[in-house]
């Protein structure tokens, strides 16, 4: 049910879908072409990684398509690109979970998903990049940044930033099958990036973005604090808000 909604949301807001078959994983997206030489890339979170029960997810498709929900909101005449993580709307027979739990952020999933850009690139002939993450896929913006010479800006919603200090804050298992964004931080520090917390978000906490900007020391680093969201709250809103300062 769930991932026939999505793609009535994708169809209603005219995005095409489409699987990118990688060397890893096949990748659904979903895109607008509008032959721009910049393009807007919407990274989705990191899906239904636990059940109501409490255990891990038989299937990972996100229960609220929150990447492609902020893509729908931009009606800048740009080429936009939601690109989902490996088995979200994507039926396998032999799926496996950890590339939704410890190995979320894995060489395997962010090089996946590299190579899913990449493949975009030579499709739709575009030259520069902005990313636009929500929740977990702000860890996956930070952690391609260094393999994008020509990413501009990463925006997040919020952001899964440092999941080192994430899993700490929750006392939750750590990714161990995950790469770290924060050993990238000379070159983070060098990107312009804005990021969008809540302050009534209880999961991805004003005080642990305010770390990772304090690790990483560099005044090209913006928190904006966001009254009384959650973590699932309004976030296209606040991104339509932010698409007309852009403009």
């Not at 909604?5 to 979903?30: E, G, R, V």
């Not at 039926?91 to 996946?112: C, D, F, H, L, Q």
């Not at 770390?211 to 009254?227: G, R, V």
Request: hydrophobic fraction near 40%; charge should be neutral.
């Amino acid at each position: 049910m769930r991932i026939n909604k999505t793609f009535d949301l994708a169809a209603q807001n005219h995005y095409q879908a489409s699987i990118i078959q990688t060397s890893i994983f096949p990748i659904q997206i979903f895109y607008q072409a509008h032959n721009s030489k910049h393009a807007i890339i919407y990274l989705e979170g990191d899906g239904l990684v636990l059940n109501k029960y409490g255990e891990i997810a038989l299937n990972s498709t996100p229960t609220d398509p929150m990447a492609l929900r902020l893509a729908c909101v931009d009606n800048r005449n740009l080429t936009k690109i939601v690109v989902n993580r490996p088995y979200h709307y994507i039926k396998s027979e032999n799926p496996n979970s950890k590339y939704w739990t410890t190995a979320r952020y894995s060489p395997e999933v962010i090089g996946s998903i590299l190579e899913t850009i990449k493949s975009c690139q030579q499709q739709f002939h575009f030259e520069t990049i902005e990313l636009v993450a929500y929740s977990g896929g702000a860890s996956v913006a930070l952690l391609l940044a260094p393999h994008l010479k020509n990413l501009q800006l990463i925006i997040s919603f919020a952001g899964n930033l440092d999941h080192k200090s994430w899993t700490h804050y929750h006392n939750a298992e750590p990714l161990f099958e995950s790469l770290d964004p924060i050993e990238n931080m000379h070159i983070l520090s060098k990107i312009p990036q804005i990021h969008f917390l809540g302050t009534s978000d209880t999961n991805t906490t004003i005080d642990l973005g305010l770390m990772y900007k304090q690790k990483i020391n560099s005044d090209k680093i913006i928190i904006i604090e966001i009254d009384g969201f959650e973590h699932d709250s309004n976030w296209p809103n606040i991104w339509k808000k932010q698409i007309m300062k852009l403009k």
